[in-house]
């Protein structure tokens, strides 16, 4: 099954800023989304991850099958690496952790508390809870923000497995991850065309 | 859901605030209270069960920004939403995890402080009883508040506002348990109009919270 | 034609525009009317003096302040089902009346009670569930005034505003069990009163006619005030909307 995404529109604050976004993510592939800041990027993958309502268009194969990593990692500062994670695998309903332990090179770190850790571990923490959602689909937005060169292999060989398993990935990012089977999407094309939002468009 | 249940009761014990801060302010206006109406006992036990709720209220109050506003703040509640939890599940879960660290310890240290303002031997079972039956209701409907509030940055004023009237039933049928029973009269009718009100707000709130959350969160 | 083509902002003011000089007049009247009839041509109580023409700015107010918290709870079902934006505007210009009908009825009421109770103010629950109600009104409109997007603002506080009824209802039939009162029953609508066979316990005709015409008067001008300060909203958004517009090209 493939997420795809229907003549879409996406509004931030009522404004559209982009429109008739077409595409489709099937199994096994990743799709990098680029364009200048403020395109709407986030915009477009929040929608998609449907953490706001889409201004027109469908997204299709995104409910329950998707994982969201944001620009903040919703890490507890006064819990353990391992306890975070293991949190996370619960509410998906899932154990295992130490593939995302150990994908992520936190095993070291596993006890610490997460509070102590640094901006780039904390980076690596947030996206390993994305290993162990199990979820097919991988959303993420600015994954590699605050992670040294090292760091952002590791993340590009856990895409690299999740894409081998079946998995799919579709991400917002400026580097290049060396990921063959990645298309890139410019959505500066799909600005949207200056209009009113929805709700002023009753007032004039 | 019980994963979210544990990690809530977890970060309450060690972030210190959780049972700690909700009791120790239960205990200042306990103690306050003699300072400004004197000390005269007989007074004292005439108003203890009224007292006693009003902290418990406050106390209940006190905590009540903290259940959302964390979780806002981090980004867990845009990943919580985005997992297979239903977001009635998830504020009912956080409810009831407020309920635990602070709720239940109030109604726990509540006949001890009835002791310091001479609450008649007859009163404990019922300020407990009462306050076992009325704090689960405090919790769900500040629930609802912190809902309604948790995009605010310094929401926490406007929402004593707008929960604190709807405490008002609940105040009054738990405080007149607690009175009657100090005063050794039948409690029956109080009793079952609390216990209506809990078990409504517990039954039908979680709703109406979940459809705020969603709107705060889009 | 239905009544829902009055949603849209712009036919609402055309029509409101027409009707607002006939309303504001007749409000101006029955009100003059209700209360010059009320304070200068009927006799005293013999029990409770000339004290007793504060009713005719009491009962009004106090039949106010419900209606319109039950008008705004209307409107507010409206805009969660139907999401018209006419109708969530509405509900927000209502609430300040509201609130300030809430504390006319409640000063008018401690006016009277001085002289009648010997006291301003007792813990009766009808002064006290209006002392909630006008607590309800100002956590509804502080809420409205603290979000600044206009339909997550509309969204959150018609939400509130279904469940503060509730809670409403509820406080009012718990502060009924909670003391039994000083003031007066509902006496102004119960059957006698109307029909003439007035008791001392119900208000006789004398009282009620210009009671009723200043009530009419109350509720032209509400209607009148909401008109207005519903355009009011409707025309702030538009100019925002308009600014909005202007920027994005």
């Avoid at chain 1, 993420?140 to 690299?160: I, K, M």
């Avoid at chain 3, 007792?122 to 109600?133: A, E, G, H, K, N």
């Amino acid at each position: 099954m493939e997420l795809s995404v229907k003549n879409l529109a996406v509004a931030r604050g009522g404004v559209p800023v982009l429109e008739g976004v077409n595409f489709a993510l099937r199994a096994g592939r990743a799709l990098v989304l680029r364009g200048p800041n403020g395109a709407g990027k986030t915009t477009l993958l929040r929608t998609i991850a449907g953490l706001q309502p889409a201004f027109e268009g469908e997204v299709q194969g995104a409910e329950d099958r998707i994982a969201y990593a944001g620009h903040s990692d919703g890490i507890k500062a006064m819990l353990s690496v391992a306890e975070n994670l293991r949190f996370w695998a619960q509410v998906f309903n899932r154990s295992e952790i130490d593939g995302a332990l150990d994908g992520f090179n936190l095993r070291d770190l596993e006890d610490r508390n997460a509070g102590s850790l640094s901006a780039g571990q904390k980076r690596r923490l947030g996206l390993a809870r994305l290993m162990v959602s199990g979820r097919q689909v991988w959303i993420l937005d600015e994954p590699t923000v605050s992670l040294d060169a090292a760091s952002v292999a590791l993340f590009a060989e856990a895409v690299r497995r999740h894409l081998a398993e079946g998995g799919s990935a579709l991400m917002a990012t400026h580097i290049d991850l060396g990921l063959d089977e990645a298309e890139v999407f410019d959505v500066s094309p799909y600005r949207a065309k200056p209009r009113v939002s929805a709700a002023d468009e009753a007032f004039l | 859901m019980i994963a979210l249940l544990m990690r809530d009761l977890r970060l309450a014990v060690r972030a210190g605030g959780g049972f700690g801060l909700g009791l120790a302010f239960f205990l200042i206006v306990t103690v306050l209270v003699p300072f400004g109406v004197g000390p005269e006992n007989e007074l004292l036990s005439k108003i203890a069960p009224g007292v006693l709720w009003i902290g418990a209220l406050l106390a209940c109050l006190l905590s009540l920004d903290r259940i959302f506003a964390l979780d806002w703040e981090d980004g867990s509640l845009d990943l919580l939403a985005t997992a297979p939890l239903p977001m009635e599940g998830i504020v009912s879960i956080k409810a009831l995890a407020h309920w635990i660290t602070t709720g239940l310890p109030l109604v726990l240290a509540a006949p001890a402080l009835g002791v310091l303002l001479s609450l008649p031997p007859t009163g404990y079972l019922w300020v407990v009883v009462s306050l076992l039956l009325g704090t689960p209701a405090l919790s769900v409907i500040g629930t609802f508040g912190a809902a309604l509030t948790v995009s605010l940055k310094r929401g926490g004023l406007l929402m004593s506002l707008l929960v604190l009237p709807l405490y008002v039933p609940t105040l009054i049928f738990g405080a007149e348990v607690a009175r009657r029973g100090a005063m050794g009269l039948t409690v029956e009718t109080p009793l079952l109009m609390l216990a209506g009100i809990s078990f409504g707000a517990i039954a039908l709130l979680p709703f109406a919270s979940a459809a705020v959350l969603r709107i705060n969160l889009r | 034609m239905s009544i829902w083509k009055y949603a849209n902002p712009v036919t609402f003011i055309r029509t409101t525009d027409r009707l607002l000089p006939w309303l504001s007049v007749a409000a101006v009247l029955c009100l003059a009317t209700g209360l010059i009839w009320g304070f200068f041509f009927t006799p005293d109580d013999f029990r409770q003096g000339s004290t007793v023409k504060i009713i005719y700015l009491h009962v009004p107010s106090a039949l106010m302040a419900i209606n319109i918290w039950l008008m705004m709870l209307v409107a507010s079902l409206v805009w969660i089902v139907r999401r018209h934006h006419v109708s969530a505007l509405a509900a927000r210009a209502a609430a300040p009346i509201g609130a300030t009908m809430t504390v006319i009825a409640l000063a008018t009421g401690a006016l009277w009670g001085q002289p009648m109770w010997g006291t301003w103010w007792v813990w009766d629950p009808r002064l006290t569930s209006f002392l909630i109600l006008f607590l309800f009104y100002l956590g509804y409109i502080a809420l409205w005034s603290a979000i600044e997007d206009d339909d997550t603002a509309a969204d959150l506080t018609s939400i509130l505003c279904l469940v503060g009824s509730v809670f409403a209802i509820l406080s009012r039939y718990a502060v009924n069990f909670w003391n039994q009162g000083l003031h007066q029953g509902a006496s102004v609508m119960r059957a006698g009163a109307i029909t003439g066979s007035d008791t001392e316990e119900k208000v006789s005709n004398v009282f009620f006619y210009p009671m009723a015409v200043s009530a009419l008067g109350f509720i032209l001008l509400f209607v009148a005030l909401v008109f207005l300060r519903t355009q009011t909203e409707i025309r702030t958004r538009r100019a925002r909307a308009l600014l909005a517009r202007e920027q994005s090209t």
